[in-house]
T-cell receptor, first 110, second 115 residues
Framework: NAGVTQTPKFQVLKTGQSMTLQCAQD?????MYWYRQDPGMGLRLIYY???????DKGEVPNGYNVSRLNKREFSLRLESAAPSQTSVYFC?????????FGPGTRLTVL | GENVEQHPSTLSVQEGDSAVIKCTYS??????FPWYKQELGKGPQLIID?????GEKKDQRIAVTLNKTAKHFSLHITETQPEDSAVYFC??????????????FGAGTQVVVTP
């Protein structure tokens, strides 16, 4: 099992550009999450999907959209990137509370 | 909503000594408290968790204690080793029995174990 995979690992964008971060899990988990990690602020939930076909806002959803494409895949889209979205983004999946995290995507917005 | 505070932000210990990280939470309905370890360049990984019906849980050199009355919980690492160097996060959730529990994370503690 690969667990949770994320692409890309690194990305540099210019202000106003758009991009989609991809996440996939092969553990047959129902729930998936997107977090951002900033220094001194821990992990903050952007969006989550409790099950296939549903998505909900987390703590910091502004500027992001998500798609739960199927049970395996959960993507995060930045429509118009801003410097404040420079961060490390983690995808996670869970079955019963234990969240399994991907390796992260380091995004820089210039 | 839930607010989790974590202290200290950095912790330097000598190899073989113990390390203690403390967290407090605000929502008395929280009932699940996991701890995650994040090594450099990797995603966080669960190392131990505790539910509100238990006061203490141990797993080899790590242990977690929970005080529901005071709304705080702690991670204890004994006989620290260089490989314990990492960032540790505490978290709290109100859905210990739900399969889609949302976690509220603390800010993290950078632990450095010096030989």
């Amino acid at each position: 099992n690969a667990g949770v995979t994320q692409t890309p690992k690194f990305q540099v964008l210019k202000t106003g550009q758009s991009m989609t971060l991809q996440c996939a899990q092969d553990m047959n988990h129902n729930s998936m999450y997107w977090y951002r990690q900033d220094p001194g602020m821990g992990l903050r939930l952007i969006y989550y999907s409790a099950s296939e076909g549903t998505t909900d806002k987390g703590e910091v959803p502004n500027g992001y959209n998500v798609s739960r494409l199927n049970k395996r895949e959960f993507s995060l889209r930045l429509e118009s990137a801003a410097p404040s979205q420079t961060s490390v983004y983690f995808c996670a999946s869970t079955q019963y509370n234990e969240q399994f995290f991907g390796p992260g995507t380091r995004l820089t917005v210039l | 909503g839930e607010n989790v505070e974590q202290h200290p932000s950095t912790l330097s210990v000598q190899e073989g000594d113990s390390a203690v990280i403390k967290c407090t939470y605000s929502d008395s309905a929280s009932n699940y408290f996991p701890w995650y370890k994040q090594e450099l360049g990797k995603g966080p990984q669960l190392i131990i968790d505790i539910r509100s019906n238990v006061g203490e849980k141990k797993d080899q050199r790590i242990a977690v204690t929970l005080n529901k009355t005071a709304k705080h919980f702690s991670l204890h690492i004994t006989e620290t080793q260089p490989e314990d160097s990492a960032v540790y996060f505490c978290a709290a959730s109100k859905s210990a029995t739900d399969s889609w529990g949302k976690l509220q994370f603390g800010a993290g503690t950078q632990v450095v174990v010096t030989p």
